[in-house]
């Protein structure tokens, strides 16, 4: 007995150890991941700040890049005049570097947000670049008798950033990359022909007395205001690179400085026209796909003699289609996408329309009921004056509007309702065999998505519980339609009440069918 008390406090005693251990054990693990979860402060790569950040620094290297050449090419040797701007400048450019510095990066789809990796990455990369850009050259003055603007020509190291700045908003941009390619060959030209002016006034400069008027083009070019230089060096500029420049040079310096202007010139528009002819060539892609499309279409129905009527109806159709932007079928434009990236695009484009629809009001906020839905959607496009459901049809899909207009028609043709984007119609015939109460026209271009039967069906399998919920709801709904009609047929009011409680007891033998068709396919799985 003495043993087995013994025995009994040890084993209680080893419990309680393994117990604190493993509390010990947990308080650990929880201290390890709470200290893990406090990341170092980093700046997200391509977060609102960081994209702001990126558009102040783009235009502090165009100020750069316009205002420092011009000071050393026009000799505006004023230190005093920008001195302000020089130093809000180089403050900008430092902070910049620790901006990027700590702002996270990219491996193969990972987010890097560890501090020292972070730094790796920039030192190995921009840093040397942007290091040598804020190198202060102005402490050299004190060895040089006065202030010249060349001192600050290492801030234009600063201009390699800017393809660094175009790939950044090519990839968060809506704009075409082919508009974004002509922006920057376009920017590229007028740069280079203001670095060509500033050079070409240089020039003038340097030689003095000897710089004639068949190279200037205008005489006593040194004596006019700044605007007149500037603009005369300009136009230079650009009229010797395309090669239609009619000035003469006479000195060495002169001759040199326009030979290497004109194969500059020659080697960029050479390639800049190239480019460009190419990119509008991609921007009208689409139209001409379109165009070869048309043409075929049109050939066909020729061939097959299609009524002028009818081939006129096809001809707006795809028409419509295309000025809509919806010239591509949809299914096919994002069957690239992984199935998770393609069901959210469908949610975000349609949910909400279904969240209105009265018969799935409990089931709003079940997102995985909404998101089956959705999947099932598909879309369609109707022509105006076109019919899409004729009263007395035997209903078996549910529509949703996403743009235009369609009337509701009485018998005599006349428009009692018109409904609009983001309305429906059909909803009863998800549930039962019922007949079209009246008839639905297109108004104008319709983009409509449908909901069949069959479809909804399979949802429903799949969600037993909210299937009841609907059901309960489609037939208070069913019997309110009933109740309408019954009170316009007041003339005929046995006639009435007998129709009444023949479609309830239709709408009662459909839900007892469904749910003997559902036990047999329960038992039979």
């Not at 026009?74 to 902070?95: G, P, Q, R, Y």
């Not at 006065?146 to 950033?161: D, E, G, H, K």
């Not at 996403?402 to 015939?429: H, P």
């Amino acid at each position: 007995y003495q043993r087995r008390v013994h025995g009994r406090s040890r084993m209680k005693a080893l419990r309680s150890c393994f117990r604190s251990s493993e509390t010990d054990a947990v308080i650990n693990i929880a201290e390890n991941d709470t200290k893990d979860d406090k990341e170092p402060f980093v700046i997200i790569q391509e977060n609102a700040f960081r994209n702001r950040w990126d558009i102040l620094i783009f235009c502090v290297v165009v100020f750069v890049g316009l205002v420092v050449p011009m000071r050393i090419g026009f000799k505006l040797e004023s230190f005093k005049e920008w001195i302000a701007f020089d130093i809000l400048v180089d403050l900008l450019l430092i902070a910049d570097i620790f901006v990027c510095s700590i702002t996270t990066y990219e491996v193969d789809g990972e987010m890097i947000k560890d501090r020292k990796s972070i730094r790796n990455n920039y030192l190995k990369g921009w840093f040397i670049m942007d290091f040598l850009s804020i190198l202060p050259l102005e402490i050299f003055v004190v060895f040089l008798s006065s202030y010249t603007p060349l001192l600050r020509s290492n801030r234009l190291i600063r201009m390699v950033r800017l393809t660094y700045y175009f790939s950044q908003w090519e990839k968060v941009t809506s704009l075409k990359p082919s508009v974004i390619r002509i922006f920057k060959s376009t920017f590229v030209i007028l740069f280079l022909a203001h670095f060509i002016g500033c050079g070409f006034f240089l020039v003038i400069i340097i030689e003095g007395p000897e710089a004639t008027k068949d190279f200037t083009g205008t005489e006593n070019i040194t004596e006019k205001k700044f605007g007149s230089q500037y603009i005369r060096a300009f136009y230079w500029s650009f009229v010797t690179m395309t090669g239609y420049n009619n000035t003469n040079p006479h000195t060495q310096m002169e001759t040199l400085f326009s030979i290497f202007v004109t194969m500059v010139g020659i080697s960029l528009f050479a390639t800049i026209i190239g480019t460009v002819g190419s990119l509008v060539t991609n921007l009208d892609s689409s139209a001409l796909y379109f165009r070869q499309k048309m043409d075929g279409i049109n050939d066909y129905m020729k061939y097959k003699r299609i009524p002028q009527d009818l081939q006129n109806e096809v001809r707006n159709y795809y028409t419509y289609l295309w000025k809509s932007g919806k010239g591509l079928d949809k299914n096919k434009v994002l069957d690239d996408l992984p199935p998770y990236l393609k069901n959210k695009m469908s949610v975000i484009l349609n949910s909400e329309i279904i969240k209105k629809v009265p018969l799935f009001q409990q089931c709003k906020d079940d997102t995985e009921f909404i998101n089956e839905i959705v999947k099932c959607l598909k879309p369609r496009v109707c022509l105006p004056n076109s019919f899409v459901v004729r009263k007395g049809e035997v209903g078996n899909e549910m529509f949703f509007i996403s743009r235009g207009e369609l009337n509701v028609v009485s018998d005599d043709d006349k428009v009692v309702f018109t409904l609009k984007d983001g309305g429906f119609f059909g909803e009863i015939a998800l549930i039962y065999d019922t007949k079209r109460t009246a008839s639905i026209v297109a108004r104008t271009y319709c983009d409509m998505f449908v909901l069949t039967k069959d479809d909804f069906k399979k949802v429903m399998k799949k969600f037993p519980v909210q299937s009841k919920g609907i059901k309960e709801i489609a037939r208070l709904r069913f019997q309110s339609i009933v109740d309408a009609e019954k009170n316009k047929e007041s003339g005929k009011q046995p006639e009435a009440d007998h129709k009444g409680e023949s479609r309830t007891e239709k709408m009662e033998e459909d839900d007892d069918d469904d749910q003997e068709k559902e036990e047999k396919e329960d038992s039979t799985g």
